[in-house]
C-alpha cells in the first residue's frame, strides 16, 4: 500500500514539473537568430553546425535560415542591413553581401571563425539574453578575416590554408599551357631570326607585358562576374560545367595528338581562330622586320599581341574561372582580390618569362618537345576535370579546403 501511494506521489510530482516547466517555456520569450548563408561558403557551413548545437542547448532560440542566392532573401538582408545600420566596409573589407552574417537582437555578428572565437562570442550573448550571465561586455561585429598582414597600409589575409598558397599552385598549373608556351616560342623563333637582340627584347618584352595585362583583366572579369552576382550557387553550377567541357577538349587534344594548331602547314581544316591567329603572327613578323620608329614599333606589336591573346584565351578559360569562384568565397577586401589576382598572374607568366630571358641572352630558343607539351596537356585536363566535378557536385568541399 506504502509503495502505490509513494508511486501515484512520484507520478503527480513529475507530471505537475513538467507541465509547470511547459508553462514557464511558454512563456520565455523566444531569441530569434536571423542567420543569412550561402551553401558554397564554408564559413556557413562551420556556423550552421554550431547553430544546431545551439538549437538543442538553448530551447528559447528560434533560428531563420536565408539562403542568400534567393531574391526574396536577399531584399530581406537588405532590409536587415538597414535596420541594423551595417556599414558597407569594414577596415576597408566590404560587408554587403559577405556571408555568413547573424543577426540576434540588438547585435549582429559578420563571419564565422570558428566555436573558440566567433561561436563562443555568439553563445555568450546568447547567455546575456537568457540571463544566465550578466551583461558586464557583449560582443561586438567579427570580420572574416582572423589572420593579417599590412602591405603598404592595406591588410591582407594570412590563415589555415592561405589564398596566397592558392595562387601559386593554380598560377603555376596554368603556366603549364601549351597554347602560350608554343604561341611565345612562335614568336620568339620568328625574333630571333633576324640576329638583333634589341628587336628580341623590346618585341619579345611588349608581348609578354601585353600577355599579362590581358590575362589579369579576364581573370578580374571573373572576379567581378562573382562578387556582383546574387545566385552564387547557379553561376558556381555553370562553371563547374564549362570547366569540365574544357577539360574534356584538353583531353580529346591529348589523344588525338593535338599539341600546336598554330605551328602546323594550313590543311584547310583549322578553325577560324586558328587561321586567325596564324594571320595576326604573320603580320607581327612583317612588322618586326620593318624599319619603323620605336614607338610604332612598340604600339603595333602591344595592338597584335592584345588580338593574339584575346584568341588565346579559349585555351585558358579554366584556371581563371576556378581560381576567381574560390577567392569570392573568402570574403576579402578588394585590395586583397586583386593582390592575389596579381600573385596568380606572376605565376601563370613565370615559366614564360624564363624562356624569354633564355632567349634573349642565347639567342636561341630552348627546346620544348612535343612530349613535354602533351603531358602538361594532359596534367592540366585531369586537374581541370576534378576541380569541375567538384564545382558540379560538392562546391563546398573545395571552398572549405581553401578557406581562410
Not at 523566444?30 to 562551420?46: G, M
Not at 606572376?346 to 627546346?367: H, K
Request: hydrophobic content about 50%; glycine content about 6%.
Amino acid at each position: 500500500m506504502f509503495l502505490k501511494k509513494f508511486l501515484i506521489f512520484i507520478f503527480c510530482f513529475i507530471s505537475v514539473f513538467c507541465i509547470a516547466n511547459k508553462v514557464l517555456a511558454d512563456h520565455q520569450e523566444p531569441i530569434d537568430v536571423n542567420f543569412f548563408y550561402s551553401k558554397t561558403c564554408p564559413h556557413c557551413i562551420d556556423e550552421n553546425a554550431f547553430l544546431e548545437k545551439m538549437e538543442e542547448k538553448y530551447c528559447q532560440l528560434d533560428i531563420n535560415r536565408y539562403l542568400v542566392s534567393e531574391d526574396d532573401n536577399w531584399e530581406i538582408l537588405q532590409s536587415f542591413y538597414q535596420e541594423y545600420s551595417v556599414p558597407e566596409k569594414i577596415d576597408g573589407i566590404k560587408v554587403y553581401g559577405a556571408v555568413p552574417i547573424t543577426f540576434i537582437k540588438d547585435k549582429y555578428f559578420l563571419g564565422y571563425s570558428g566555436d573558440e572565437r566567433t561561436g563562443m562570442e555568439i553563445e555568450n550573448y546568447i547567455k546575456v539574453l537568457t540571463g544566465e550571465i550578466c551583461a558586464t561586455s557583449t560582443p561586438v561585429a567579427t570580420s572574416t578575416e582572423s589572420d593579417s598582414a599590412t602591405f603598404f597600409g592595406w591588410k591582407i589575409s594570412f590563415a589555415d590554408t592561405s589564398p596566397l598558397l592558392l595562387a601559386i599552385i593554380l598560377g603555376i598549373l596554368d603556366g603549364f599551357n601549351a597554347c602560350a608556351m608554343v604561341a611565345l616560342a612562335f614568336l620568339l623563333t620568328m625574333l630571333i631570326a633576324t640576329g638583333m637582340r634589341k628587336r628580341v627584347v623590346i618585341v619579345g618584352g611588349t608581348f609578354i607585358l601585353v600577355s599579362g595585362i590581358v590575362y589579369f583583366l579576364f581573370t578580374s572579369a571573373w572576379l567581378n562576374l562573382f562578387l556582383i552576382s546574387r545566385n552564387l550557387d547557379v553561376i558556381t553550377t555553370i562553371a563547374g560545367i564549362v570547366v569540365i567541357i574544357f577539360a574534356i577538349v584538353l583531353l580529346r587534344e591529348y589523344i588525338l595528338g593535338i599539341v600546336c594548331k598554330i605551328c602546323g602547314i594550313d590543311t584547310g581544316k583549322d578553325s577560324i581562330a586558328t587561321k586567325t591567329q596564324k594571320g595576326l603572327f604573320l603580320k607581327l613578323k612583317e612588322i618586326t622586320k620593318k624599319d619603323i620608329a620605336l614607338p610604332l614599333l612598340i604600339l603595333g606589336v602591344a595592338v597584335i599581341a592584345v588580338a593574339i591573346n584575346s584568341i588565346e584565351l579559349v585555351c585558358s578559360f579554366g584556371f581563371p574561372l576556378v581560381f576567381t569562384r574560390i577567392l569570392t568565397s573568402l570574403g576579402l577586401s578588394t585590395f586583397s582580390y586583386y593582390f592575389y589576382i596579381f600573385v596568380f598572374i606572376f605565376f601563370y607568366m613565370l615559366d614564360d618569362f624564363i624562356i624569354f630571358l633564355l632567349a634573349v641572352f642565347t639567342l636561341r630558343i630552348t627546346g620544348i618537345s612535343e612530349k613535354y607539351l602533351k603531358i602538361v596537356k594532359l596534367i592540366s585536363a585531369i586537374v581541370l576535370l576534378i576541380l569541375g566535378l567538384i564545382m558540379l557536385i560538392r562546391p563546398e568541399l573545395l571552398f572549405y579546403y581553401f578557406k581562410i
